[in-house]
């Protein structure tokens, strides 16, 4: 029999009472389902707010089916996740403490060890590419509002380094839940950036014609806005580690769907300003900011959107330090040792960032590749296996892994094919995108110099 295995009375698992909280593992202290969902929204909504204009540009009016499909997609298996996680914790108590690398657990309890670290790498790439792009979107907005308002010319690449080391401390803190106060601030600044950017390109909708010539769909920028829109929607890595910090990790279910919620909010009335006002200026950038021609809108979204997205750092470098400390074995109390690890990940982080200093090409990357793989592929298949192990149990096979053959006993067809249907979706799109994403980086016509080399 397995250690872990809790003896207890057989809990039937249904969709119907899936993330309902009832009779479930609770913490003595953690986030409520609010807070939650406004860290999912602090997590995402940052990059994509400036991205979202642009991806819709460049695949035209299908743009707005993907970042329809992208939010239906994404917070369906997004409510998987936590399905995963409440499997895991009912089922083996282990998991009901602390633990660093949720994400990989249920890898190891669906497929084994190996798919565990294959898991954990796909991860930390993600996570490490996200921060890289956090912190370089931050820096050239800081750059932007220097140049605005101060007339100053700090070199970019400097800044890099600067947005860094004040960030570095933040860093240290353990868990989401020691710094929940900062997703609150976060939520703010977007909502009234949102509002901001939606006024101003309105106002250069009044005051240029907008065109009704958009630009023709092409292979390589439908995908690379696949990616930017995946990028945008493409938390998941993260969300384990926030359900766990929650006071009851069976409700992440509602988090989600609020989550999203105010994501689309968000994300659609500003994708579709951009596309109709700047559809037909090929000059438009990955930054949506840069394209307003009213300067104190401009400037005053710019500031919101930096320190949402510093913010949101902490919450995304979280994950990727506790992941380097579990190899390392670090104790979970803070030390001198938490200290230096968090640093050197800060130090890879701002070289890469110092490499390709273009946030839009680490984005579409990042966003094609791993993150697809972690918001579209993975997260059904665990769901499949994990529940059609659990169905197993008072039979023979309880404590074994589930086989295809228990999936398909035990998972409705319908369940089945949806879930198919989400990880080819995810499959297709992503070897696409990244091919559309290399290609972009190593081509001379958009190959940006890294910032030592200049």
Not at 152 to 168: F, N
Request: aromatic fraction near 10%; charged fraction near 15%.
């Amino acid at each position: 029999m397995d250690d872990n295995v809790g003896t207890k009375k057989k809990h039937v698992y249904t969709l119907e009472n899936y993330g309902n909280g009832s009779g479930r593992h609770e913490n003595a202290n953690g986030l409520n389902t609010v807070v939650t969902g406004l860290f999912i929204v602090g997590e995402m909504a940052g990059g994509g707010v400036v991205a979202m204009p642009k991806a819709m540009i460049d695949s035209n009016w299908a743009g707005l089916a993907l970042i329809v499909l992208g939010a239906i997609l994404s917070a369906y298996t997004g409510v998987q996740l936590g399905w995963c996680w409440t499997i895991l914790q009912d089922r083996w108590p282990i998991y009901r403490s602390h633990c660093r690398k949720p994400y990989p657990a249920m890898a190891e309890r669906a497929f084994g060890i190996v798919t565990k670290h294959i898991v954990s790498l796909c991860i930390d790439l993600t996570l490490f590419g996200v921060s890289v792009v956090f912190l370089l979107l931050a820096s050239e907005n800081i750059h932007t509002f220097l140049e605005h308002f101060f007339s100053v010319e700090m070199d970019y690449c400097i800044l890099v380094l600067i947005v860094a080391a004040v960030m570095l401390p933040i860093t240290f803190l353990r868990s989401p839940k020691d710094f929940w106060p900062a997703v609150v601030c976060a939520m703010i600044m977007t909502s009234v950036a949102v509002t901001l950017l939606i006024v101003g390109i309105g106002k250069d909708g009044a005051k240029y014609e907008a065109t009704s010539v958009k630009p023709p769909l092409k292979f390589r920028e439908f995908f690379l806005a696949f990616g930017t829109i995946m990028f945008s929607y493409g938390g998941h890595a993260a969300f384990p580690t926030i359900q766990h910090d929650m006071k009851r990790p069976a409700e992440f279910t509602k988090a989600v769907i609020l989550a999203y919620i105010i994501i689309i909010v968000l994300y659609t009335p500003v994708s579709m300003a951009g596309f109709l006002v700047y559809g037909g200026n090929n000059n438009v950038t990955s930054n949506i900011i840069d394209s307003i021609d009213t300067e104190w809108i401009q400037q005053t979204t710019n500031i919101l959107i930096t320190l949402h997205v510093i913010l949101s750092l902490v919450i995304v470098f979280n994950p990727i330090n506790q992941e380097l400390e579990e190899v390392l074995r670090l104790p979970h109390r803070f030390t001198w040792k938490r200290a230096v690890s968090r640093t050197c990940v800060m130090v890879v982080v701002v070289f890469v960032g110092e490499s390709i200093p273009r946030f839009g090409l680490v984005l579409n990357l990042v966003g094609g590749s791993t993150i697809t793989l972690l918001t579209f592929v993975l997260p059904g298949l665990f769901y499949l296996f994990l529940r059609a192990g659990q169905m197993n149990e008072g039979t023979e096979n309880a404590h074994k892994k589930a086989s295809i053959g228990d999936v398909f006993r035990n998972i409705p067809p319908w369940e089945i094919l949806v879930n198919l249907a989400v990880i080819a979706i995810g499959l297709i799109g992503g070897v696409a995108t990244t091919y559309s994403a290399i290609y972009d980086i190593v081509h001379t016509d958009t190959f940006v110099k890294p910032c030592y080399l200049k």
